[in-house]
């Protein structure tokens, strides 16, 4: 058995006022990629969505080089492990309707939780 260095980090966003769907879209773009070239992909998305994912990237990739201060982490050499968009909490309201009718309106929210991973010089070899 082999005993490795796992360099990982984790950042969540939470209770995020924006619909999972919308946001699973922008995230099934950028799993896997590494974190250099998925914040620069979601720099030219259109997507609301995108500003959001892109600081949670960021953020953990931060987090990462945080917590291995004594060695340099090359941003290139992270990529997104994990990236995930939980339905939060959901605020319900009603749209006034004719003849006293209500219609329902729910916002919903959003939790992002994004797993970065830095590879190792030997996986890099072995693809």
Known sequence: MEVTNEY??????????????KLRLVADLVRGMQVDK?????????K???????KVIRSAH???QNKFEDEAI????????????????????????????????????????VIVEKKDELETDEE
């Open 62 to 64: 931060a987090n990462l």
């Open 38 to 46: 998925a914040t620069e992909l979601l720099k030219h998305i259109s």
């Open 8 to 21: 990982k980090a984790k950042a969540v966003q939470r209770y995020l006022r924006r619909a999972p769907r």
């Open 74 to 113: 090359d941003a290139s050499s992270v990529y997104v492990k994990t990236i995930m968009v939980d339905e939060g909490p959901t605020l319900k309201r009603i749209q006034p309707a004719p003849q006293g009718r209500a219609h329902p309106i729910r916002k919903r929210m959003s939790h992002i939780t």
């Open 48 to 54: 609301a969505g995108a500003a959001e994912v892109s």
